[in-house]
């Protein structure tokens, strides 16, 4: 029978916490590209989620985790990191939202009705739909 010396999580936990420098070589110095060995990947992706979906694993994984874990963990780091994690986010957003601004500020809508006139909801399909092209195009 194997030995299993016990403190293994703590264990983890300080040798983590001492290879931040490795972690950050690691990301910069990766032995594959990232991008090529994910792509190449995505047969595997494919299989796995398919097979995760066949056994039903997301469900049980929602049950295992609970409504109290998921808000701990939300407000545990979620509250220190979003208004940070939206700043540093800001710049991608606004170059990834563009595109769909713009297809919003060039779709020509048909004209609008009465207030709660049905035609009205011509207006909101001409948008859905042009923003849907948009996406799908992307």
Known sequence: MSKIRSGGAQRWVDHASRATEDYVQ???NPRTD???ATAAAEQSYVAGIQDAISK???????KRVGSATQIAG???KGQQR???GVTDAQSKYAARVQPFLDVIAN???PPRGPKGD???LDRVKA???ALRAKKLAS
């Open 56 to 62: 039903g694993r997301f469900g049980k994984g929602v």
């Open 82 to 84: 979003y208004a940070s």
């Open 107 to 109: 779709t020509v809508l």
């Open 127 to 129: 948008i859905t739909t």
């Open 26 to 28: 690691g990301v910069q």
């Open 34 to 36: 990232w991008a090529q």
């Open 74 to 76: 939300a407000v545990g």
């Open 118 to 120: 049905p035609r009205n």
